[in-house]
């Protein structure tokens, strides 16, 4: 059974940071994706960021958050990581970490229909 648990969200002012985890047990994830997706009240979960577990550091990043958010993993720890820096208040929303069973391709990554595993999120407030 996979789990993914995630940390680290919380309450930070405007330009503030804050940094999520994202635990995995139950398997490794080989080549697939892994990807972080937010929610905000009364609003679709949007693509946040996604990274290669293995085969080189390939990772993309939804254009919202270039520039201010870092996605990175530690393979020897099965754990990913969203490092958020200059938050603004629109980043408010409960973050979830996702992960795919398999590699499907090199373009599927943006669509929460994509992943196959979701954590069970973390609410991540940032206040103006």
């Known amino acids: 059974q996979v789990q993914l648990v995630e940390s680290g969200g919380g309450l930070v002012q405007a330009g503030g940071s804050l940094r999520l985890s994202c635990a995995a047990s139950?398997?490794?994830?080989?080549?697939?994706?892994m990807g972080w997706f937010r929610q905000a009240p009364g609003k679709e979960r949007e693509f946040v960021a996604a990274i290669r577990w293995s085969g080189g550091s390939i990772y993309y990043l939804a254009d919202s958050v270039k520039g201010r958010f870092t996605i990175s993993r530690d393979n020897a720890k099965n754990t990913m990581f969203l490092q958020m820096n200059s938050l603004k208040p629109e980043d408010t929303a409960v973050y979830y970490c996702a992960a795919q069973r398999t590699y499907y391709s090199a373009s599927n990554y943006r669509s929460a229909l994509e992943y196959d595993y979701w954590g069970q999120g973390t609410q991540v407030t940032v206040s103006s």
């Open positions: 139950g398997r490794t994830f080989s080549n697939a994706f």
